[in-house]
């Protein structure tokens, strides 16, 4: 099996994504992971000349590896300049130079307007001065892809000239993300035929989304190392993102690299919370949906024999695998996640959580596991109480400006009662709506003592609200709870609860033994 390099530019060219920049003191935590628990080979952490704070970024990189002998793996872009960028880099304490140079002819006379013959003498130059500093010298070949695309003869004599130096790699960049699979391999086997003993390098950039399998295809055609960046950061529409690379190296090309794939889970966090770019949730392997099943067809499936399992197990990368709960959700992905929870339910009570997480589903994006406990109690609790009294329909409104309004239609023993009013909040127009009809028609209420609101562990926006109320009535406390999505109607359900309650109290109804 062969052993590809992998290179992570996350700190030079994925720092190039708008709006992201590390400090010195991110950029060092990045290094630190990449280097010692995803065990990337290489790192390209800047480019030289940029800044002072640059400067002070290597420069804390550099101590910190020469302190863990990986000096090696610290790589700075730097440009053909004399001994500019070989001093910034020396000042660094750097000891390997990304050189860039023109890959295409139309780079080379359009920004240089210099001869092929120019270039490359002025190239060997900052190499044979790199030499005498001590400083190992890759070269990249700046716009690879479109020199082969029309001066493939320029790109041959540019390689040629630099296998006879000291570089020892060279670099074939897709700068502009222009190749499909088809070309990356044609023009990759082409450098790997006509120059065997060179390390050449692919880096890939992903503008027409082929980045991963354009690096599918240039490792196919023999390229011995890899550019990548977490996430897949990097101007324009990025870079090849090192988790999907990896997935493809080991599963599809079944070659070898020193990567911990354990731990990409891990630097993405990172990654993500550093730049501020969030990593999409259905983004491969690293995103949040990504080993989630929704469908109750796939939870049934997994349950009776892992039918839609693939290569891809969670565990290989840190993760789990969710079974997710919402309107389609089955019965499958309900008794999935009560496994994990530790609770059992019968097939009855199993038929009334689903349905119950289904409706839920409707009005919210996801129902979480946190969730289930809430639903359980209060869908079985609820099932314990005659319901005698029922609200037909309730209609709330809020105008800025005005009091919130609130129309309600109450039926109570087969009779239905509507009364509207006003208050200081949604919810309490609601109540002194209800309290109208009871007033109306003699009937005493409790009076709320204390309204307590949660959300399940780890809840978002849309997460479902429980609404526990306390009453006293008759010199008596008790509590309701409702659970919806909305604060309000979590509340409306506790309420519908406790009119119930009193109400079987009052026709002398024993509930629970009580």
């Known amino acids: 099996m062969r052993t590809i390099e992998v290179m992570d530019t996350t700190l030079r060219d994925g720092e190039q994504t708008t709006g992201v920049s590390f400090n010195d003191a991110e950029k060092l935590a ?29 420069k804390r990189l550099t101590r ?32 390997v130079i990304n050189l860039l140079t023109k890959g295409s002819l139309k780079h080379l006379t359009g920004q240089l307007r210099k001869t092929k013959e120019e270039h490359l003498s002025d190239i060997k130059g900052v190499i044979a001065e790199a030499e005498k500093r ?16 029309s001066s493939p003869e320029y790109v041959e004599y540019m390689v040629d000239g630099l296998s006879k130096t000291s570089v020892r790699r060279i670099m074939l960049p897709d700068t502009l993300g222009i190749l499909n699979p088809d070309q990356t391999y044609e023009f ?7 120059f065997p003993e060179v390390h050449f390098d692919f880096h890939a950039h992903n503008d027409y989304d082929l980045s991963v399998a354009n690096v599918y295809y240039a490792l196919k055609a023999g390229i011995k190392g890899i550019h990548t960046t977490v996430n897949g950061l990097g101007e324009r529409a990025g870079n090849a993102p090192l988790a999907s690379i990896i997935g493809v190296m080991n599963d599809h090309l079944k070659v070898e690299s020193t990567i911990d794939e354990s731990r990409l889970t891990k630097i993405s966090g990172m990654v993500e919370t550093f730049s501020g770019e969030r990593i999409p949730s259905n983004k491969p392997l690293t995103g949040e949906n990504v080993f989630t099943q ?35 959700s089955g019965k499958a992905n309900i008794k999935k996640n009560l496994e994990e929870l530790g609770i059992e339910l019968g097939p009855e009570d199993m038929k009334k959580v689903t349905k119950r997480v289904i409706e839920l589903g409707d009005k919210k994006e996801n129902v979480t596991p946190e969730d289930l406990p809430y639903i ?9 109480i005659d319901k005698r009294i029922k609200l037909k329909n309730y209609h709330l409104s809020l105008v800025q400006g005005l009091n919130p309004v609130a129309t309600v239609s109450l039926q109570i023993n087969k009779e239905t009662f509507n009364e509207t009013s006003v208050g200081d909040g949604q919810y309490d127009a609601f109540m002194k709506a209800l309290w109208k009809i009871y007033e109306k028609l003699g009937k005493t209420h409790p009076v709320l003592s204390d309204y307590w609101v949660s959300i399940p562990p780890g809840g978002k926006t849309d997460a479902l609200v429980e609404t526990v109320i306390t009453w006293d009535y008759k010199d008596q406390e008790f509590k309701t709870r409702g659970l919806d999505a909305d604060q309000t109607e979590a509340a409306i359900k506790a309420t519908l609860k406790m009119l119930n309650i009193i109400e079987n109290k009052e026709n002398g109804v024993i509930l629970n033994g009580k």
């Open 134 to 149: 001590g400083i190992t010298v890759n070269v990249y070949l700046e716009d690879w892809s479109n020199g082969m695309l």
């Open 64 to 95: 910190w590896a020469e302190q863990h002998n990986c000096l090696e793996k610290i790589e700075v872009l730097g440009f053909v300049d004399g001994t500019t960028s070989l001093e910034w880099i020396e000042e660094a304490g750097a000891k």
């Open 294 to 328: 929704c469908s109750g067809v796939h939870a049934d499936g997994d349950s009776k024999d892992n039918l839609y399992f693939n290569t891809l197990m969670p565990e290989r990368f840190g993760r789990v695998r969710r079974y997710a709960l919402g309107k389609t």
């Open 30 to 58: 990045i290094a630190r992971l990449l280097i010692e628990e995803v065990k990337v080979n290489r790192i390209e952490v800047a480019s030289a000349r940029v800044s002072e704070g640059e400067l002070k970024a290597v």
């Open 188 to 194: 990759c086997k082409s450098m790997t035929d006509k």
């Open 376 to 384: 359980i109690s209060d869908v079985l609790k609820t099932e314990k």
